[in-house]
């Protein structure tokens, strides 16, 4: 714009300087007296007067429209701002403060019973949908929730269930210590907390991270967590404990309250550092004490230990995981059943050929009588393939073997799909 | 007794900021431009550069401009993107179409803020762009900081991207 009001005067000006010089009758052809020196004195006095009022008058205009510019700018500015704040959310109320999201996996499996003891298994379950809503009261308190509806129908006599896995406040209490209070996923293993269908491979979650550490694993309570150093975390929390009997062998998964009513006569607490100042490694372990795993419901029970330790590595296309963990279960019940020694391990190569397509293979162990020589020790086998056609959407289809030894094992296909966003 | 004061010493002298605000876009902005930074910008977004930009985000941008700041080869972008819940402010400076600094400004999620350690986003410094809108080298991530470490490597794309409309590609940014 200036630099068209420029073009624009710069003319103006020379067009009126010589039309000032023209009209002078300077070149007369004899030379003027002082009489008519003076009459052209005055007259090019006047014009340059008018000229300067002409110079004047478009400077004035020149600046009106460089304001107006200005302002269209502004104008233009302050509406992009309205439009974006209303298209994106970024305001300050309440509402765009707050996050919803949703995650869910379908699963189909395919399994024939490796003998006759055991059961074939042909289902098509919708695993679970989960709701998640988060809200951000200020930069240093924060609300996590998420809702989930398990296998599709829940009800009396039904198979699914609706089920708050987590509804909890994180309180920074300075720049080392985030408090946290509610119902939280307990910080052990690797898919606990980060179980999104897409971020893990295999249609069906490990064993080890089902039958050991009964994931997904919640507990009310509260705790902190935070740094050390850069890379080094830690997770410390008081919390409800789990509720186990000699009718389930005292197996941790049946041992869940999901904190409904739950039982809290003997609480329980879990630790966990993690290490992961290397990009692509993390090693972290956790302890978890618990008071009595039975709620003092069984007086041949106490007090239980859980200890596990993982690793998950990345290099490129490459990815490993590796997970162990082990339960040690107090007194003469859990003694009586080999189920003192709860232990588990798997370990899990992966193989990303782009950014669509996975592969993957598992060699899983456990066992949940292993304090005992009976030979209860279980395996499982998995080979499989995850794609994405988004990466938020993932397809899984694998194919496992498992040899337990009282030859109820299975052996077939399955297939998933599942999304988050 | 002793080991409670052990630890209690360990966790008062840990890093500071483990969560919140780490740098402030203006403290960024004079760390980039080492000084003064130059006025800011605006980037109107057309319709290409908004489907390119979708394609790299894997969702639309819903904004219409983008601001930034640019002396000579170099331009800055401070740019939020959400990787699970809430947005992560991440600043990215790129200096002749290579990225030579990432940083993590805000994070506001409730995992994944060990992306804010140099040990993670120093390994951008050097990248460039593919023809399909790809870093030209992989980074590792975090496990565990799945979504954090897509949200951030997301945004070093999308400034190399922008880096690379006109007038920027080639010609010193002109004030």
Known sequence: MQQQLKKQIIPTLLTLAV????????????????????????????????????????SDQYKQLDSKTKETAEAIAATAD??????????EDWYNRSSFGSYGELHYNNLEANNSAGSDKDEIDLHRFVLFLSHEFNEDMR?????????????????????????????????????????FMLPIGILNETHEPNTF???ERNPIESNIIPSTWWEGGAGIHGEFAPG????????SGLETNSGSKYAPRKGRQKVGKANAKDLAGTARI?????????????????????????????KAMLYTAHTVFQNGPFGLRALYALWDLNGGGPESLGANEQNGFYIEPSWKINHQLGLFARYNQWDNQAGNSSDSEKEQMDIGINYWPHEDIVIKADYIKQRFNDKKGQKGFNLGFGYRF | MKVWFTLGLLLLSSTPHAKGIYQTPEAFLQESFQGEPPAPRVIWLNRAIKKSMADILSHPYRGLRLRYWGKDQCTVWILNEIGKERPITIGVVV???????????????????EVRHPAFTDQFQGARLNNDHHLDRPIDGISGATLSVRAVEKIARIALFLHQQPPFTDAPTQQ
């Open chain 1, 143 to 183: 609300f996590f929730s998420e809702l989930e509806v398990e296998h599709s129908i829940a009800g009396e006599g039904k198979s699914g269930e609706v089920e708050l896995e987590q509804m909890y406040i994180d309180f920074d209490i300075n720049g080392q210590i985030t408090a946290r209070s509610g119902i």
């Open chain 2, 95 to 113: 200096q002749a179409g290579k990225l030579k600094q990432v940083s993590i400004l805000a994070f506001r999620e409730s995992r994944g803020s």
């Open chain 1, 19 to 58: 039309s000032a010089i023209i009209a002078t009758p300077t070149w007369a052809a004899k030379a003027p007296g002082a009489e008519e020196m003076w009459q052209l004195i005055l007259e090019q006095r006047e014009t340059i007067k008018r000229q300067n009022e002409k110079i004047d008058r478009l």
């Open chain 1, 82 to 91: 309205a439009v974006e704040q209303a298209a994106t959310g970024s305001g």
């Open chain 1, 232 to 239: 080094l975390g830690y997770d410390l929390y008081i919390h």
């Open chain 1, 274 to 302: 993690k290490w992961t100042a290397i990009p692509g490694l993390e090693l972290a372990g956790s302890v978890q004490y618990q008071s009595n795993i039975t709620q003092s419901t069984d007086n041949t029970a106490g």
């Open chain 1, 201 to 203: 491979y295999g249609v």
